[in-house]
C-alpha cells in the first residue's frame, strides 16, 4: 500500500513537471502572438521604429477606396437624347411664325381700315414703331418666350417668303445641334455652335441675325442625365476594381522613428490588428501541440535509455529549469541576433550534470524549438544544433572547470566557420557575415561563462555530483582527507588502492570511473573518529578487540559507516557520495566477530543473533556502490595472503564475487553477470600487478664482504655466487 502511494506521488509529480513546463514554455513562444498596443494617432509624431511583428498580406483599405472612387469617376454620365424637346422647339418655331404671318395679316388690314391722317411723317412713324414693340412684347407673353423686339419687328416687316425660309432653316439647324445631343451644362457652347450652322445657310446677313435670335432663344438641351444607368455603370466599375493586397514582411519598418503618422500609417497599423491587437490563438494552440510532442518525446526517451534520470523526480525539474532559462534567454538574445541563443550553454550544463546522450538529445529539440522566434529559421536552428553538439563534444573528458575555457575556444570556431558557410550560401554582404561571426565568437565565450556561474548552483541546490566536482573532492587537500591522512593513515592508503581497483573496473563496465574512485576514497571516512580500531591503522600496537566483546566490537566496527555518513552530510559532501559510504558494506555479516562470538558461547549458540552482527545496509544501488563494496572486500583479502600469486588472486577474485553474488548484496543493482566478469577480470589484472613477486637483490654489504674473501682466499665466481643466493633467502624470511 505504501509503496503503491509512493509510485501515485511519483506519477503525480512527473504529470506535474509536464504541465508547468509545457505551460512555460509556451508562454516563451508565444510572446510574438500578443503584439502590443500601439497607440498613434494622424499627425502625431511616432517615438519609435514601428516593426512588423511577421509576415502580413492585408487589404490596403485606403489605397483600394481611392482606386474604386478613381474608377467610378472614369465612367461618364448617361446622358438621355430627348426627342420629345426636338418636337416642343419645333412646335415653338411653327407657332412663333404662326403668330408672326397671323399679326402680319392684322397689321396690313388695320392698316387698310385705318384712314390716313393728317399727321406729320415721323409723328406716324413713331406711332407705328410703338404699335410693333406692343405687338413683340405680345407674342413673346401669349408665347412665353423671351425674343428680342427687334427680332419680332423684323420678322414682321418681312415677306412671307423670307420668313418661310428664316423658319425652315432655323428648325433645320435647331433639330441638326438638338440631335447632337445638348446637355444643360453645355447650352451656351450649343448656342455658339447653334450660330455657326445658321452663318452657313445661304441667307442674308439680316435674315441670318434673325434665324439665329430665334434659334438660340428656342434652344433646349436635348440631352439629360440617366441618374440609374449611370449609378448602375459605376457601380460595375467599382466592383471591378479587386482589393489591393499588399505584403510586409517580419521586421520590415512600418513607420520610422520621427515621422509623422499619416492616415495610410493608421490604416496599415489597424490592417495588421497593431491598434487594437488580437490574439492569435490559432497559432498559440500550434505552439502548444509541438511543445507537448517535444517534451512527451524528451520523457518518452529518459523513461526508456535513463531511467535513473527519469524516475528522479530532482534531476526532472534540473532539467526542466535548464530548458525554460535557455528558451527564456534565447528569446531575448534572438532580439540582438538569432546567433547569440545560448544552446551550447544547455548542452554543456545538461552533459557536465546529468549525462553527454541526454544533452545531445535536448540540443536537438531546443534548437527546433527556437525556429518559433522572430527572425528564426534554418539558419539558427542548424549553428544552434551543431554548437551544442561540439560542446558536448568539448567537454566529454574535462575534470576541471578551466576545461570550459578550452570548450568556448572550440565553441567559437566551430561557430565562425558554420555561419560564413551559411553567409556565402545565402550570398550575404561580408560586412554582415563579419557581424554575425562575432555574434557567434560571443555566443561561444557567453555559453562558457553561463555554464560556470549557473553549474555551482545546480551542484549545490540539487546536489548534483559533477567531474569538476569530484575532482575537487579528490584533492587531499580537502579538510576530511588530511584529516584521515594524519589520524588513519592506514584507512587513507587502503581507500586509495580501493579507488583504483573501482575506478578501473567502473570504465570497464561503462560506469561513472571518477564516482566510483572518489567514492572509494570516502567510503571509510568514518573510521577517522576510531582509527584504531581497525587492523589497518593499528601497526605494532595491541589488537584492541582482543580485550572487547565480540557484540562490541561488532558494533564499533559496524558504526564506521554511520559515523561516515554524518561525517559527509556536515562536510556537505554530494549525494552520491553519501550514498556509497551507507552502501559500500551492503547488510554483509561482520564474519570475524560472528564466528568469534559463537566459539566463545559454545554450544549456546542459539544465544548470538546474527542480525547484531550484520551492517545495516543498505545494499548497493548503484554500479559504483557495488563494486566499491567488492574492491572494498578484496583488498582487505588480498593483503592477507601469504604467497599473492596470479592464479591464488584470480581464485580470491572470482569468490568474493561469487559471495556477495550468493548472498544478495549485488541484487538491487544493475550489474549483469557479463559486468561481473569484467568486473572481475579488472581486479585480478590490477591486484597481480599490485602483489606481484618482487626480485631479489642482495644488499650492498654483503656483495662487499664478499669480494674482500674472494681476494683473500682466491674463491671463485661461482662459491661467491651462491653465498650471495643464501644470504638473499634468508633476508627473504626477514622480510
Known sequence: MQKKKIIDKNIIQKISIFFVLLLAITLVLSINFFPDKILLREGQICTKDILSPGDFEFTDIEATQNLREKAAKSIKEVYDLN??????????????????????????????????????????????????????????????????????????????????????????????????????????????????????????????????????????????????????????????????????????????????????????????????????FSNIIGIVIITAVCLLVIFLYLSFFFPGIYENVNKLILLGIISILVVLLAKIASQVSGYLMPIASASMLIAISLSPNVAMMLTVILSLLIGFFPGGGLNYILVSVISGIVAIYSIRKATQRSSLTRAGLIIAGVNMMIISA????????????????????????????????????????????????????????????????????????????????????????????????????????????????????????????????????????????????????????????????????????????FHRALQENGSANEAVAEENYRYSGPKPQTKEAAIILLADSLEAATRSLTNPTPTRIKTLVKEIIQKNLESGQLEECDLTLKDLDKIGDSFSRILTGMFHSRVEYPDEDLIKKIKEEGKKNGSSNKKSTENIKDRSKKNKKAD
Request: glycine letters at 6%; proline letters at 3%.
Open 83 to 280: 426627342l420629345a424637346n426636338i418636337e416642343n422647339v419645333e412646335k415653338d418655331i411653327d407657332v412663333f411664325f404662326l403668330k408672326i404671318e397671323e399679326y402680319q395679316k392684322k397689321i396690313t388690314e388695320s392698316s387698310k381700315e385705318t384712314p390716313s391722317l393728317t399727321l406729320e411723317f415721323e409723328t406716324k412713324e413713331k406711332s407705328e414703331e410703338i404699335e410693333l414693340i406692343e405687338i413683340a412684347n405680345e407674342i413673346n407673353e401669349n408665347l412665353g418666350l423671351y425674343i428680342s423686339e427687334q427680332v419680332i419687328i423684323g420678322c414682321l416687316l418681312l415677306d412671307n417668303l423670307s420668313l418661310e425660309k428664316i423658319r425652315v432653316d432655323t428648325k433645320n439647324a435647331l433639330r441638326k445641334i438638338m440631335e447632337q445631343g445638348i446637355r444643360k451644362d453645355d447650352l451656351e457652347t450649343a448656342k455658339k455652335q447653334l450660330i455657326r450652322e445658321i452663318s452657313e445657310i445661304s441667307l442674308d446677313h439680316n435674315d441670318a441675325l434673325i434665324a439665329s435670335e430665334i434659334a438660340t432663344s428656342l434652344l433646349l438641351p436635348s440631352l439629360f442625365l440617366n441618374e440609374e444607368d449611370t449609378e448602375k455603370r459605376r457601380q460595375e466599375a467599382i466592383a471591378s476594381v479587386d482589393d489591393l493586397i499588399r505584403t510586409i514582411q517580419k521586421g520590415q519598418i512600418i513607420i520610422r522613428k520621427g515621422e509623422v503618422v499619416t492616415s495610410e500609417d493608421i490604416a496599415i497599423l489597424n490592417s495588421l490588428g497593431l491598434k487594437n491587437p488580437k490574439i492569435n
Open 422 to 593: 551559411l553567409g556565402l550560401i545565402n550570398n550575404e554582404g561580408y560586412y554582415l557575415i563579419l557581424q554575425n561571426n562575432l555574434w557567434g565568437v560571443l555566443n561561444g565565450f557567453l555559453a562558457v561563462i553561463m555554464t560556470i556561474g549557473i553549474l555551482p548552483f545546480l551542484e549545490s541546490y540539487f546536489d548534483i555530483t559533477t567531474s569538476f566536482k569530484l575532482m575537487e573532492l579528490s584533492n587531499p587537500n580537502q579538510p576530511l582527507l588530511k584529516k584521515m591522512i594524519l589520524e588513519a593513515p592506514g584507512t587513507y592508503h587502503h581507500s586509495i588502492v580501493v579507488g583504483n581497483l573501482s575506478e578501473t573496473a567502473a570504465e570497464e563496465i561503462g560506469g561513472n570511473g571518477l564516482l566510483a574512485r572518489v567514492g572509494a576514497i570516502y567510503h571509510d571516512i568514518g573510521k577517522i573518529k576510531r582509527p584504531y580500531f581497525f587492523t589497518e591503522n593499528q601497526e605494532a600496537y595491541k589488537n584492541i578487540h582482543d580485550d572487547m566483546e565480540p557484540s562490541l566490537s561488532a558494533l564499533v566496527i559496524a558504526s564506521h559507516v554511520k559515523e561516515g555518513i554524518e561525517l559527509a552530510k556536515k562536510s556537505k559532501l554530494p549525494k552520491d557520495i553519501v550514498d556509497i559510504i551507507a552502501q559500500h558494506h551492503g547488510t554483509n555479516l561482520i564474519t570475524y566477530f
